[in-house]
């Protein structure tokens, strides 16, 4: 990362998670309630586990933020896990080791490789920070990004557009609304929100989980960030590192994605046009809004796969390292399907790329700066050719 960086720390049962950012610029108002909202939207979504019924998330600020604006120190967010009283003795820092060891390491989860990358013999020092829960302090921090990127006039929205096979009908949605919805899946179409619901309660009753797929849409970002100059200045290849970098995550697509691979030149490249007033314009965006490596001005669509969720109420075979016999794998308290949880990621992971992207340009020093700038580059390079 350049001059913006941020770390999270905490364990999914440990007493809270923690996130310092840093590289935000002075001058910028925040608002805890567009935090708190963010991470109770995370915390939505059919087919979630009983944690979420546990859990309250909200983020204190404590560093960072003076009379409700950032000075460019770094800024500290900490969640604190309400959970955390049930775990005091399994998760103490100091005390006599506690509860049953977990041993029976699930398939596709971090248990086994981490046990014996990390020399552990309890599974649950490797599961405390390999699990999902730990994306309530991205989403904290992403939601920070999302204040920041407002203030730029760049919003960062998203939909689920597949649940276990289920597809969305791209038809039916307006994709203006995008963002504007209170569906429980996040999804924007109905008809296919209800299938989707029925298969993840086909998959609760065998004991099954669910994955799915979400589209990230950015409006409003300049075009020119990213650069096509260096491999690791590429914005599209930071954006798909940072939501491959999502638990669970297992493809990312821009744009037209995979469909590239099918189609010749000419269904794929976007055409370009001049109007009135010799401005460029496209009739599609099959590149997704990102061309050689840099936005183009157009929306920006980033897509992820999310594979099911390793907890299975109805385990799958696999081996238990104290023992070392074969077993039925461990059961946790787990989500059926967390797709639209991951969305609620997804965005925040885009924030913070694109926050990075835009700091890169137009300097991370102040708000009014920023801003000028941003202004002086929008006129430049939008007007007429
Ligand atoms: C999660 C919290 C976890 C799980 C889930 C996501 O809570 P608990 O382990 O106490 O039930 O619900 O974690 C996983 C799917 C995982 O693989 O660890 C959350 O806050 O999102």
Known sequence: MGNFRFLTAGESHGQCLTAIVEGLPAGLKIDI????????????????????????????????????????????????????????????????????????????????????????????????????RETAARVAVGALCKEFLAACGIQVVSQVVRIGGISVNEANIDRSMIGKGDSELNCYDSV?????????????????????????????APLGL????????????????ALMAIQAIKGVEIGAGFKCGDLPGSQIHDEMFLDS????YRKTNRAGGLEGGMTNGEEISVKACMKPIPTLMQPLNSVDIKSKSEVSACKE???????????????????????????DK????????????????????????
């Not at 797709?339 to 694109?354: C, F, K, L, Y």
């Open 277 to 280: 007033e010799s401005r460029v």
């Open 33 to 132: 309630n567009e935090i708190n909202r963010d991470l109770a939207r995370r915390q939505q979504g059919y087919g979630r586990g009983g944690r979420m019924k546990i859990e309250t998330d909200k983020a204190d600020i404590i560093s960072g933020v003076r009379f409700a604006e950032t000075m460019g120190d770094p800024i500290t967010l900490r969640i604190v896990n309400r959970d955390w009283q049930n775990w005091t003795e399994r998760m103490s820092v100091f005390g006599e080791e506690a509860g049953e060891k977990v041993t029976a390491v699930r398939p596709g989860h971090a248990d086994l490789t981490g046990i014996l990358k990390y020399d552990r013999n309890d599974a649950r020092d490797i599961l405390e920070r390999a699990s999902a």
């Open 362 to 385: 137009f300097g991370c020093d102040a708000m009014v700066d920023i801003l000028e700038g941003l202004e002086r580059y929008r006129q430049r390079v939008q007007g007429g050719l």
């Open 226 to 241: 990213g650069s096509h100059i260096q491999w690791d200045k590429r914005l599209d290849g930071k954006l798909a590192w």
């Open 192 to 220: 296919a929100e209800e299938l989707m619901k029925k298969k993840i309660q086909e998959a609760m009753a065998n004991g099954d989980t669910l994955g799915g797929v979400f589209e990230v849409i950015v409006r409003g």
């Open 333 to 359: 308290r787990s989500d059926v399907c967390a797709v639209s949880a991951a969305s609620v990621v997804g965005e925040a992971m885009t924030a913070i790329i694109m926050t990075e992207a835009m700091l």
